[in-house]
């Protein structure tokens, strides 16, 4: 896994969360950013990296090769 802070800005990654298979690192506030459908909504959701959170969903990744 990649640390937090090796991450591209707006790169995509493939991984798992309870709610997506890919997420878009954003730099700026340090999560993960991914589009979400619920009940007939899509809104973007945001998740913390592994190293922010070992209690709560996290988004866990490998490099997008």
């Known amino acids: ?3 937090k802070n090796e991450l ?3 790169c995509w990654y ?3 969360c309870r709610n997506a298979q890919y ?3 954003d730099g700026d ?3 993960f950013v991914h589009w979400r459908a619920k009940f007939g909504e ?11 959170d070992q ?6 990744y490998r490099d997008w090769e």
């Not at 809104?43 to 190293?51: K, N, R, S, V």
């Not at 209690?55 to 866990?60: A, I, K, N, R, Y």
């Open 1 to 3: 896994m990649v640390n």
């Open 8 to 10: 591209e800005h707006n």
């Open 14 to 16: 493939r991984g798992h």
């Open 23 to 25: 997420a878009k690192w």
């Open 29 to 31: 506030h340090k999560r």
């Open 42 to 52: 899509v809104f973007t959701e945001e998740i913390l990296h592994p190293e922010d």
């Open 55 to 60: 209690v709560w969903d996290v988004f866990s």
